[in-house]
């Protein structure tokens, strides 16, 4: 098919056959067939070069920038795993160590409980339990920056845990309070003996008498918080 024709000399035979008429009798364009396939292939060709062409040239190249990419992606999830793995050891370390305290620590009614045992353990050394002071819980506060709740108004300060002394003053023997001793430093929960003085009960002649002794003692033991007032303090 010859494409090269004249335009300007077929636009003329056209309008020459307008001008004698419908054109009846006169020669048929031997462009005119050859004209309007030329335009139909151009047609074709820009609709798949619009509809189809482009678009997959386009997506060829964002699956080439994927793949261009893979070893940047590989690296960062690389990346990724190895920062959760020590966040994993970093939380395993701590919820062992929550476990660990949380044996070692006292809820509010173990320590109800506490203040029983200690004086059936008195007891059964043949203790006198002659004062039993419950002193005040002093918050032990977490490192962690304050929670600010608004201008003009303190700040919450996050509670690690509480702090619980007791005062005992017992009045025995002293081999029997040297072996409640003993027995106290085994108990599961963690108990401290913070102060201790052990004076000899003197008798009514003014003398010793016989071993017998009085021991004031401050005990000291924990408790974690047992709900969220509990553990979030205005000021301090």
């Known amino acids: 098919m010859d494409l090269n024709v004249d335009i300007g000399s077929f636009?003329?035979?056209?309008?020459?056959?307008?001008?004698?008429?419908?054109?009846?009798?006169?020669?048929?364009?031997?462009?005119?067939?050859?004209?309007?396939?030329?335009?139909?292939v151009?047609?074709?060709?820009?609709?798949?070069?619009y509809f189809f062409y482009l678009p997959e040239q386009k997506r060829i190249r964002e699956m080439q920038a994927m793949i261009d990419s893979t070893d940047q992606i590989r690296s960062e999830i690389l990346s990724l795993d190895q920062q959760i793995a020590l966040k994993q050891i970093e939380l395993n370390e701590g919820n062992a160590r929550f476990d660990e305290l949380n044996?070692?620590?006292?809820?509010?009614?173990?320590?109800?409980?506490?203040?029983?045992?200690?004086?059936?353990?008195?007891?059964?050394?043949?203790?006198?339990?002659?004062?039993?002071?419950?002193?005040?819980?002093?918050?032990?506060?977490a490192d962690k920056p304050p929670i600010s709740q608004g201008e003009g108004v303190p700040p919450k300060r996050e509670v690690a845990f509480y702090k619980i002394s007791v005062g005992f003053e017992f009045?025995?023997?002293?081999?029997?309070?040297?072996?409640?001793?003993?027995?106290?430093?085994?108990?599961?929960?963690?108990?401290?003996?913070?102060?201790?003085?052990?004076?000899v009960r003197a008798g009514d002649d003014g003398n010793s008498s016989g071993g017998i002794v009085n021991i004031a003692t401050t005990l000291s033991t924990y408790r974690f918080p047992a709900s969220d007032a509990d553990r979030f303090l205005t000021g301090g």
């Open 11 to 40: 636009f003329k035979s056209l309008t020459k056959r307008s001008q004698t008429g419908d054109g009846a009798g006169a020669p048929p364009n031997p462009h005119l067939k050859q004209l309007v396939i030329g335009i139909l």
């Open 42 to 49: 151009a047609l074709l060709v820009g609709a798949y070069l």
């Open 103 to 141: 044996r070692l620590f006292h809820n509010k009614q173990e320590l109800e409980d506490l203040y029983r045992n200690i004086s059936l353990l008195a007891l059964t050394y043949e203790l006198l339990v002659a004062k039993l002071d419950k002193g005040d819980e002093e918050p032990v506060f």
């Open 171 to 199: 009045v025995g023997d002293y081999i029997s309070y040297t072996n409640f001793r003993r027995d106290l430093a085994q108990q599961k929960k963690l108990i401290n003996i913070e102060r201790e003085a052990i004076t």
